[in-house]
């Protein structure tokens, strides 16, 4: 009986993580970045974002558990263009973990992290990284003033925001792999193309990510990062 039960939770997380289409998964993350940002005594640090290399959205993680439990999510990533012209077109990503324990339930959490450095952006353009290990996770501070700690912004490659019913805070995805989505990439640009070949090109942003691209372009304008790029 419990075979069956776990059976019939994984077949219906597939589903689920199969529904929505890449198109879908941009708009969502549209949605979710402009409701965390209109809120600023709760929301990114601004001056973070202007650091920023890049952007990864994943609205609606699942995680769920039943003895074993698992987290999954699709999402998008954007990074700045090399030549510091703004931000480029969105590559496809998935969010994958697993864990064991004697727990049951499920949740709904949007996610945020904004990758710092030229380490953290080479990570998203590999087939496959552990966050926490392959690559430094920190939990991010919130409010429009907060700085982050020197050491975390010195040495993190990666700082990640949860937001689940609501509540808005900084999170540890230590242990969660991430990596393209290739699949998604392929039914947006109507050909197979990898995360690299898309984050580091000037391929025009589909229609759907240029409100995305509006809301960071308004937080983090290029004029205000002059060569920032150059410093990493």
């Known amino acids: 009986m419990r075979s069956l039960i ?7 997380s597939a589903t689920a993580m199969y529904a929505d289409s890449a198109r879908d998964t941009i708009r969502d993350a549209s949605e979710v970045f402009t409701e965390i940002m209109a809120t600023p005594d709760k929301g990114i640090p601004h001056d973070l974002l202007e650091k920023a290399q890049c952007v990864v959205i994943v609205p609606g993680l699942k995680k ?7 987290e999954y999510g699709r999402g998008i990533a954007e990074c700045r263009r090399r030549d510091g012209s703004g931000w480029g077109a969105p590559a496809m990503v998935r969010v994958e973990g697993g864990s064991v324990g004697f727990q049951i339930g499920g949740t709904s959490t949007d996610v945020v992290l904004l990758v710092m450095n030229q380490r953290g952006m080479d990570r998203l353009m590999t087939d496959k990284f552990t966050l926490g290990a392959d690559a430094a996770v920190a939990a991010g501070p919130v409010g429009r003033t907060a700085s982050a700690e020197t050491d975390v912004e010195l040495h993190a490659e990666m700082l990640a925001w949860s937001r689940s019913r609501g509540a808005f805070a900084g999170i540890s995805l230590n242990g969660a792999t991430m990596r393209p989505d290739e699949k ?4 947006l640009y109507g050909h197979k193309i990898s995360n690299r070949e898309v984050l580091t090109s000037h391929r025009a942003a589909p229609e759907e990510a240029h409100p995305l691209i509006a809301e960071l372009d308004r937080y983090s304008p290029v004029k205000e990062r002059g060569n920032a790029d150059r410093r990493q």
């Open 184 to 187: 998604r990439n392929e039914e």
């Open 6 to 12: 776990i059976l019939a939770s994984v077949a219906i």
């Open 64 to 70: 769920g558990a039943f003895v074993v439990g698992g």
